[in-house]
């Protein structure tokens, strides 16, 4: 599975929203009720499916899916 499709199953588990299609340019608007209090959530469970930590200073910069993809492939690809 692909983290794409990784992450539409972590959003639609946090959101409790099946409907949720997650492309790489998908942000914050796009999703409804993603407020600052779901995206600790949805980096939580980020950071806990995929076993990577992201920093404070990393957070802000998530603008939308693709920018998230990339952190976490970056990640895992460091730290194998």
């Not at 794409?4 to 999703?31: M, P, Y």
């Not at 957070?59 to 693709?66: E, F, K, Q």
């Amino acid at each position: 599975m692909d983290t794409l499709s990784q992450l539409t199953t972590l959003f639609r588990e946090v959101f409790l929203d099946e409907s949720i299609i997650l492309t790489t340019s998908t942000t914050s608007s796009d999703v409804d009720g993603w407020d600052s209090f779901a995206y600790l959530n949805i980096l939580m469970a980020v950071e806990n499916h995929f076993g990577i930590s992201i920093s404070d200073t990393e957070a802000p910069h998530l603008r939308n899916i693709g920018d998230m993809i990339a952190l976490i492939e970056n990640k895992i690809s460091v730290e194998n």
